[in-house]
């Protein structure tokens, strides 16, 4: 629709929505539409039109146009979408808890995406997934936080939990909002997902780290294995891509060994094990946070990194950066401005497109824990 046809549209939607014209009341004809707006006929025929497809008004021919009935919030929704220049957000309801997309990782994609689409003329709404996530809580937020309200794209922001909930009821996604849009930072494959992705490379990152670990020349490439970190996918995304990146960057010469350790007495265990080897390991562990514990209980065993060990971690957590910590992490504005693009270059009058599925690169970021091998 033009301008002109979307003023119309918009006129009449809400003297539906707002009770101006209740059920069953007549619609002003084309021809007194298109003179109280200034303009054609065929701009106020376009305009009924589209209600007339969203089923919120129905003609009969020699009676004229009239309110269908009481229109339910998901049909007001739709509506609203055609012309709705607002984006709805959905996050995890406890992001201090979140194992994935931590909470100052969410909050930079977040600001990213939001900073992106205002310079389209949208805004960017915000709710939470219900705790505990069910059928019935995510059905209650759909219809009446997101389709009541009307917004031209839904864009989750999707843990591991809400993950597999959300892929049994797509069903749901699909009745409330077609315009859906999806950042995972699990690292998690959902080959089913029929909405449009940007994810989190948690198998890049490995990769990028473990490339950079080999060339460094240390004698023995090590995965720490602390039990409760390696029980999350993407702990596992990020050791497998590691591996295999050292082997493919070696011609398969090199193998990287595994130090698996429970939690309790895991990083004094560590520890001593790097006394022992003092000189020869490259350690990679799956966080920021599992590498401060590693130096923490280095330093009390009186080990100094990286003159007696070198180690890379993952996520770049500002709360840690008094480590110096060499580290792996995505281009976490790229993520929301990614997003932003693939929301404002869809076209809601379209046919449906491809989904596109869309990985963020990562980057390494060198302080002062790693070291090549031999340099003093």
């Known amino acids: 629709m033009n301008r002109h046809a979307t003023r119309i549209y918009e006129h009449l939607l809400g003297q539906i929505t707002g009770g101006g014209l209740g059920s069953g009341a007549r619609v002003p004809p084309e021809t007194d539409l298109a003179r109280t707006f200034g303009t054609n006929r065929m701009n106020a025929h376009q305009a009924i039109v589209q209600l007339q497809q969203q089923g919120l008004i129905t003609s009969t021919r020699g009676r004229g146009t009239f309110v269908a009935g009481a229109p339910s ?28 997309l931590m909470p100052y990782r969410m909050e ?82 959902v080959p089913e997902w029929p909405f449009h992705m940007v994810s989190l490379d948690k198998f890049g990152e490995g990769a990028v780290a473990g490339e950079y670990m080999l060339a460094l020349g240390w004698e023995q490439l090590v995965c720490l294995d602390c039990l409760t970190m390696m029980n999350h996918h993407w702990a596992l995304e990020r050791r497998r891509g590691f591996e295999m990146a050292v082997r493919a960057a070696s011609d398969g010469a090199r193998e990287v060994a595994s130090w698996k350790y429970p ?3 895991a990083y004094e265990a560590v520890a001593k094990r790097l006394a022992r080897n003092r000189g020869r390991i490259a350690l990679m562990a799956v966080n920021d946070i599992e590498a401060a514990r590693v130096l923490d209980a280095a330093a009390r065993a009186g080990l100094d990194c990286p003159r007696d060990f070198a180690l890379i971690a993952f996520d770049d957590d500002p709360s840690l950066q008094h480590y110096n910590l060499t580290t792996v992490a ?14 404002v270059e869809h076209n ?18 060198e302080r002062a824990t790693c070291r090549r091998c031999g340099d003093d």
Do not use: W
């Open 348 to 365: 809601p009058s379209a046919p449906p497109a491809p989904v596109v599925s869309v990985k963020v690169r990562s980057h390494l970021i």
């Open 108 to 189: 930079a994609v977040f600001g990213s995406l939001e900073r992106a689409i205002r310079k389209h003329g949208l805004t960017l709404a915000r709710s939470l997934f219900p705790d505990p996530l069910t059928r019935e809580g995510l059905r209650t937020l759909m219809n009446a936080d997101i389709a009541a309200g009307g917004s031209s794209a839904l864009v989750l922001f999707a843990e591991t939990p809400q993950m597999s909930i959300l892929a049994e009821n797509l069903d749901l996604l699909f009745h409330y909002h077609q315009d859906t849009y999806l950042i995972e930072s699990g690292g998690i494959s």
């Open 330 to 343: 995505p281009d976490y504005d790229e993520a929301g401005t990614v997003l932003a693009h693939l929301i």
């Open 73 to 100: 919030p998901i049909s007001i929704g739709r509506a609203r979408r055609r012309t709705a220049r607002r984006v709805h957000a959905v996050t995890p309801p406890n992001p201090r808890q979140t194992a994935g």
């Open 263 to 265: 939690q309790q007495g």
